[in-house]
């Protein structure tokens, strides 16, 4: 499995649903993804997704 890279986008599952973002960040085990805007708080949407749970879309 192919470790993403920052500006990755990335295919993941979040609640059921399928989505996609850019990774922000790496870590060992995981990475950083920027996938959304909160029109509430007018703040991006970031999660930590595991590298055995999402795979390449794009660099």
């Known amino acids: ?3 993403a890279k920052i ?3 990335i ?3 979040r609640d059921g649903k399928d989505l996609e973002g850019e990774v922000s960040a790496i870590r ?3 990475v ?3 996938y959304g805007f909160s029109k509430d ?3 991006p949407l970031i999660t ?3 590298h055995k749970n ?3 879309k794009k660099s």
């Open 32 to 34: 950083m993804v920027k």
């Open 11 to 13: 295919s993941f599952k």
């Open 28 to 30: 060992e085990n995981s």
């Open 54 to 56: 999402y795979k390449i």
């Open 48 to 50: 930590v997704v595991n």
């Open 1 to 3: 499995m192919a470790t």
């Open 41 to 43: 708080k007018g703040e």
């Open 7 to 9: 500006g990755d986008v």
